[in-house]
């Protein structure tokens, strides 16, 4: 169990916080001065998820907390939290700035998602790992994801189809039957192949310290991609 402080205005993400990191001791602040009491409390906290911009208070307290986090109390993991995807060099800009081990976007971030990016931070010391690594290695997470997602969206509505498909056919015997078991059994064997591709790339993803970690990690989902998408071009054969 680690000690892990939240900053964040809108209650429905800290009730995700507290749902996603149930195992953890987890403590809220929705305003610079919660949270500034907090981490000068008598005990220090392993991790902080930080949502850069809080609401209606100054669009800066996010960062301020960062600086804050980064020069009194380094030892603490960082986590950004935003709403909005950082474009172009900001997203450089955040990881070089407040040396955070991820950011978490709001509306691409599951429960998983989010307990593996902290799963992740707490594996290593602040600071362990250099920014540009934390970087790369969270744009290769996202990409994975977003590649996942979509993919199970196409297995998920041909393996339903190949479903109805099977058991019509069971009324029958014969070849027809037969192909139509096939093919289920086809399809179902890429939905589990593709859960343990995406298992084994989230290890990798998490585990990386070097560019060369993250290129590894990389070229192992340009290939994992490459079969998956070679199943299913066979199966629609």
């Not at 953890?24 to 911009?53: C, F, K, M």
């Not at 100054?58 to 960062?63: K, M, P, S």
């Amino acid at each position: 169990m680690a000690r892990i402080i939240h900053v964040e205005d809108q209650s429905e993400w800290i009730d995700v916080v507290r749902r996603a990191l149930a195992d953890h001791d987890v403590d809220s602040a929705r305003t610079w001065d919660q949270a500034l009491a907090l981490l000068r409390g008598p005990d220090a906290y392993e991790l902080a998820l930080i949502d850069l911009n809080l609401g209606n208070q100054d669009e800066r307290a996010g960062g301020e907390i960062l600086d804050l986090l980064r020069v009194d109390f380094p030892r603490t993991r960082r986590v950004v939290i935003t709403a909005v995807p950082p474009a172009g060099d900001l997203r450089s800009r955040i990881y070089d700035r407040y040396g955070v081990e991820d950011i978490i976007i709001k509306d691409k971030t599951t429960l998983p998602d989010l307990q593996l990016v902290v799963r992740r931070a707490l594996k290593r010391e602040a600071n362990q790992v250099s920014s540009r690594v934390n970087e790369l290695a969270s744009a290769l997470r996202e990409r994975c994801r977003d590649w996942r997602l979509s993919v199970q969206d196409e297995i998920q509505a041909s393996l339903i189809e190949a479903e109805s498909n099977a058991m019509h056919a069971g009324r029958r015997t014969g070849q027809a039957a037969e192909e139509a078991r096939t093919m289920l059994d086809g399809w179902r064997s890429v939905r589990d192949h593709l859960a343990g591709q995406c298992s084994q790339l989230d290890s990798l993803i998490a585990a990386a310290k070097t560019i060369d970690d993250v290129t590894e990690a990389s070229d192992q989902l340009d290939r994992a991609m490459r079969r998956i998408t070679d199943e299913m071009d066979r199966l629609r054969q």
